[in-house]
């Protein structure tokens, strides 16, 4: 035994050797490249996860005792699902299905989706190799637990061995809790459910193959198993998450998303801006509590960890670069291309380390909407799109989070173009946060704080009552209080820095 742990430390150090080489080897092209200031900022989370597996190593960690719901986190999974990226490569998904054996398939949209080209190629495909399909196209954006049921329904009857998700996050998460409702068809809704608002059961075995064909640019859900939706008897939006969820197969075709709407490439880009900000600044996964007494029971949302912050990283520079293009610009298909990959980057970042509080906050402000309507959008009742209630508290969090690590903070400001050579680590998130002010606004369009939303100093307990619930992200927030009184007023001075002027 002593011989072992002997040799033990020397993998360890090649393992995180080879991270940080993964990590740090930028291609030429990066804007940071030359930056040593960047290097030092970043890799200062892999030293101490290195510093963090010496001394578990040290002290036998992995077979201590100590009962694990006392036990800090000591590893980390990563789980994404296979993706094709390309233009055109909406035409291969009938013969996917036919490789898999997939003989009914259900295809999930929605009614505006439906009449664009990505749909229709996605039926000829299927036509072209004999596959039977029916197509449910009633998905509600940003939807509801009752339009969620309703899919349910549609698909239990069906019987299908396959689903194909074609359209945004909302598409492509309906379609997965489809896939969960049939497969344990006995199930009450809420058992599967994030708790506590529902009962966090773990889905125990495989779900049928689900392949998600994105056509805008944002939520990532085509990588990750998460679901979201709003429970308006609780007016907070949760969702499901667990690995099995995530679909098959992600085909990232660039043609499908020249269709956006300026206001949707917005939204969904501010998206992709929040996952990769969050997860880059969440919690290390090594500072989690509890470990899991099962694998099984380990969350999907893990923490910070060096393989996600590849994913993270780089999705939060290619977002700085591309968004104000694509959102300004109809024609500029390289820009459009750009985002694309940059969700599908971040959906692998944030879906195996997690959000935090953007995420955590918006779902009161999209769930209790006082009446917000979002041009560009083809909706008939108000809405507050994901992205816009994402963004909207971003500078104010990272304000926040700024001194739980000044280092991440300082280096996620340098995507931005601030130099923080001469930066002192307090004024981390004040710098951070000025850049993402400055950011949203060259954006243009876009709510510069809650009360551009209807919402006023009334609203706030209500909002901090539906983010506390939200206990899967608030967990992985730096910062933020253990304490339910104390986390209480750390959201209401959150909610009130975030109304704006």
């Avoid at 009633?138 to 309703?150: F, G, L, M, R």
């Avoid at 009962?199 to 805008?216: F, Q």
Wanted: aromatic share 6%; with cysteine; net charge neutral.
């Amino acid at each position: 035994m002593a011989a072992a742990i002997r040799v033990m430390p020397s993998a360890a150090s090649r393992a995180v050797s080879l991270l940080r080489t993964v990590q740090y080897a930028h291609p030429p092209s990066c804007p940071c490249h030359s930056n040593p200031g960047h290097h030092h900022h970043a890799r200062s989370q892999v030293d101490r996860y290195a510093q963090h597996t010496h001394q578990l190593i040290g002290r036998r960690g992995y077979a201590s005792p100590v009962d694990p719901s006392q036990q800090k986190e000591y590893a980390f999974e990563m789980a994404a699902s296979s993706i094709r990226f390309g233009p055109g490569v909406t035409q291969e998904v009938g013969m996917d299905f036919k490789n898999m054996g997939a003989k009914r398939v259900c295809v999930v949209t929605d009614s505006t989706v439906r009449r664009l080209t990505a749909v229709k190629q996605a039926e000829e495909a299927l036509s072209r190799e004999g596959i039977k399909y029916e197509i449910f196209d009633k998905v509600q954006v940003e939807p509801k637990d009752s339009s969620i049921k309703e899919a349910i329904a549609f698909a239990k009857p069906y019987r299908p061995d396959a689903f194909l998700a074609v359209g945004g996050g909302s598409v492509i998460d309906t379609a997965k809790l489809m896939n969960l409702y049939t497969e344990y068809p006995d199930a009450d809704f809420l058992d599967f459910v994030n708790a506590p608002l529902g009962n966090g059961r773990p889905i125990d075995k495989a779900l049928k193959p689900l392949i998600a064909i994105p056509t805008t640019a944002g939520t990532g859900s085509e990588t990750t198993g998460t679901a979201i939706f709003d429970l308006v008897s609780k007016r907070a939006k949760t969702g499901i998450a667990h690995r099995n969820l995530k679909p098959t197969l992600g085909i990232c075709d660039p043609l499908n998303t020249i269709t956006m709407p300026s206001a949707v490439k917005a939204s969904s880009g501010l998206d992709v801006l929040c996952h990769s900000l969050e997860s880059w600044t969440a919690l290390p996964f090594y500072e989690r509590v509890p470990r899991p007494s099962n694998p099984i029971l380990r969350p999907a949302y893990q923490g910070a960890n060096p393989i996600s912050d590849v994913f993270s990283l780089n999705a939060l520079r290619s977002t700085v670069k591309y968004l104000p293009r694509t959102v300004k610009n109809p024609d500029d298909h390289e820009a459009q291309t750009e985002m694309l990959l940059a969700s599908t980057l971040a959906g692998v970042g944030f879906g195996n380390a997690g959000v935090h509080l953007c995420h955590g906050m918006s779902y009161p402000i999209s769930g209790q909407n006082p009446g917000y309507r979002h041009a560009g959008y083809e909706v008939e009742k108000p809405l507050i799109p994901h992205g816009v209630s994402v963004a909207v508290s971003a500078p104010a969090v990272f304000r926040f989070t700024g001194p739980s690590n000044p280092e991440r903070h300082l280096a996620a400001a340098e995507a931005f173009g601030v130099d923080v050579t001469n930066v002192k680590r307090e004024d981390a998130g004040e710098v951070l946060a000025d850049a993402l002010a400055k950011f949203l606004a060259d954006l243009g369009d876009q709510p510069k704080g809650l009360k551009e939303l209807g919402f006023d100093s009334s609203h706030i307990e209500a909002l901090v009552e539906g983010t506390i619930p939200q206990a899967r992200v608030l967990m992985l927030a730096p910062g933020l209080a253990k304490e339910l009184e104390r986390e209480r007023d750390q959201l209401r001075r959150l909610f009130e820095d975030s109304m704006g002027h």
